[in-house]
């Protein structure tokens, strides 16, 4: 029985083929593929039908299931494309065997259900399993990289770096700018360090408590840190919390706070003007040589 129904599939596979395109064809133009050209959609779907196919010949889970769901994520194709498919794949066969019957009673109505399950079924279930697996390795691999990318420090002049912070911060992303911090000031043998919260929306107790406990660390290992950025709202806010920032400078701006980074480490800024004559004089200069 077993053997006959899949050899029903296999040899009639061109026309289930073409009843699955056409039923699935039929849903892109009210779900998420409709975006997608009509090259692309077509030339995946018989990658997926084929796919499919090798699976239920080989009477087994093929390779090609992996090698197919890590495309769709690469191409950015959800999940539900997948499932969709072979829900469609199970009706389709299904009704295709049963057609290909005179007489259909409950008996043969449930063998014919078993058997179609135990082919989809298991392809469901690698695909899931391999497309979850692989967008979880996916997420992680971006979550470290927005990590590093959430409390950079970036060398500006020997001796000074900045550490641009933006957006809310909390316990975790706390942890990893203390970290950052110091692993920068070794790394770039910083002397001052200015951290930038401008782009930080809200400084309360436990960002301020995060942000001073950050600058002592810096202390410890022999650098010195100002905080810039420090808004009107921010100092209203800090002030009445009563929260005390008087162990390290802090500006207004990122300018301001530069300037104070050159005089600790014995530099300024200094205008030059340029005079018309000096410069006529160094082009005559260059002419004679």
Not at 65 to 71: A, G, K, Q, V
Not at 205 to 211: D, G, P, S
Not at 230 to 242: D, F, K, S, Y
């Amino acid at each position: 029985m077993d053997e006959r129904l899949k050899n029903i599939v296999l040899e009639h596979s061109d026309d289930i083929v073409k009843m699955w395109l056409e039923e699935v064809n039929a849903h892109k133009k009210n779900d998420y593929t409709s975006t997608i050209s009509d090259e692309m959609f077509e030339s995946t779907n018989r990658e997926f039908v084929n796919v499919i196919f090798s699976s239920i010949e080989k009477q087994g889970l093929s390779s090609d299931l992996d090698n197919f769901s890590e495309r769709l994520i690469n191409l950015g194709w959800p999940l539900s494309y997948l499932t969709d498919g072979m829900q469609i794949f199970r009706r389709v066969v299904t009704d295709y065997i049963l057609k290909q019957s005179d007489k259909i009673d409950s008996d043969y109505f449930s063998k014919v259900l078993r058997q179609v399950d135990g082919w989809v079924d298991p392809i469901i279930n690698r695909l899931v399993n391999e497309y979850s697996g692989s967008w979880e390795h996916i997420v992680s691999l971006q979550r470290v990289a927005l990590q590093e990318l959430s409390a950079p420090l970036i060398p500006v002049m020997e001796n000074i770096t900045i550490m641009p912070l933006i957006g809310t911060i909390d316990t975790e992303r706390a942890k990893l700018i203390m970290e950052n911090l110091l692993d920068g000031v070794i790394k770039h043998n910083a002397e001052v360090v200015l951290i930038d919260i401008t782009g930080v929306p809200v400084v309360d107790t436990m960002v301020a408590h995060h942000i001073i406990q950050a600058a002592e660390a810096v202390r410890l290992v022999g650098s010195r840190c100002i905080l810039v950025g420090i808004r009107p709202e921010i100092a209203q806010t800090i002030v009445n919390l009563g929260i005390d920032l008087g162990k390290f400078p802090t500006k207004s701006s990122l300018r301001k706070g530069f300037q104070t980074a050159l005089e600790l480490t014995n530099r300024r800024i200094e205008d030059v003007q340029n005079n018309d004559e000096d410069i006529e004089q160094l082009i005559d200069s260059l002419d004679r040589e």
